[in-house]
């Protein structure tokens, strides 16, 4: 079992710290960048934001996930079930950056050791001048367990289909506020 492990010294399992916020995203890792359009207007943008950044997105994807109350914060740490029943791995994260802005709403998170994978993933919705919302996910990783180097390219694939599932339940959350 993986226990949250309090902020404070650097330990993320990889040296591109931030990178999915400043980009280009950092050679030698496998880069995902998928988006998916929310719906439209302020209200929209907001409940996807509350959802994204709350794990209320996360959490109605299906995933099992341990992390502080509220909206996530740089240092937070979150420990992410990945898999069903007895196939679920315990995937450590801490909160890299955040953005809570005007018309942006969204964070990134690195893995920390124990994680299956090495990179750091982004959660971004963004509202367009026209109105428009649209929900990011961006990542760059690389396998960090003999298990994900084994599975080969099955886990890009993995990662691109969950992050379209994500899509769709943050337009749902979005649709239903």
Same mark, same amino acid.
């Given at each position: 079992?993986?226990?949250?492990?309090?902020?404070?010294?650097?330990?993320?399992?990889?040296?591109?710290?931030?990178?999915?916020?400043?980009?280009?995203?950092?050679?030698?890792?496998?880069?995902?960048?998928?988006?998916?359009?929310?719906?439209?207007?302020?209200?929209?943008?907001?409940?996807?934001?509350?959802?994204?950044?709350?794990?209320?997105?996360?959490?109605?994807?299906?995933?099992?996930?341990?992390?502080?109350?509220?909206?996530?914060?740089?240092?937070?740490?979150?420990?992410?079930?990945?898999?069903?029943?007895?196939?679920?791995?315990?995937?450590?994260?801490?909160?890299?950056?955040?953005?809570?802005?005007?018309?942006?709403?969204? #964070?990134?998170?690195?893995?920390?050791?124990?994680?299956?994978?090495?990179?750091?993933?982004?959660?971004?919705?963004?509202?367009?001048?026209?109105?428009?919302?649209? #929900?990011?996910?961006?990542?760059?990783?690389?396998?960090?367990?003999?298990?994900?180097?084994?599975?080969?390219?099955?886990?890009? #694939?993995?990662?691109?289909?969950?992050?379209?599932?994500?899509?769709?339940?943050?337009?749902?959350?979005?649709?239903?506020?």
């Amino acid at each position: 079992m993986t226990r949250l492990i309090s902020a404070g010294r650097d330990t993320v399992n990889y040296p591109d710290r931030g990178a999915t916020r400043r980009r280009p995203l950092p050679a030698g890792y496998h880069h995902l960048h998928h988006r998916t359009r929310i719906g439209r207007g302020r209200a929209a943008f907001e409940a996807a934001g509350t959802a994204v950044t709350t794990f209320g997105a996360h959490r109605a994807s299906g995933m099992l996930v341990r992390a502080g109350h509220g909206a996530v914060r740089p240092g937070s740490r979150v420990v992410v079930g990945i898999g069903w029943g007895p196939l679920r791995i315990s995937a450590p994260c801490e909160v890299i950056w955040t953005a809570y802005e005007p018309a942006r709403i969204g #964070f990134a998170y690195g893995t920390l050791a124990g994680h299956p994978e090495c990179g750091e993933e982004s959660f971004m919705v963004s509202l367009d001048p026209d109105g428009a919302v649209w #929900f990011e996910v961006t990542a760059f990783s690389r396998p960090d367990a003999w298990y994900t180097r084994l599975a080969g390219p099955v886990v890009p #694939f993995l990662q691109l289909r969950y992050a379209r599932w994500l899509g769709r339940t943050v337009r749902k959350l979005a649709a239903a506020a």
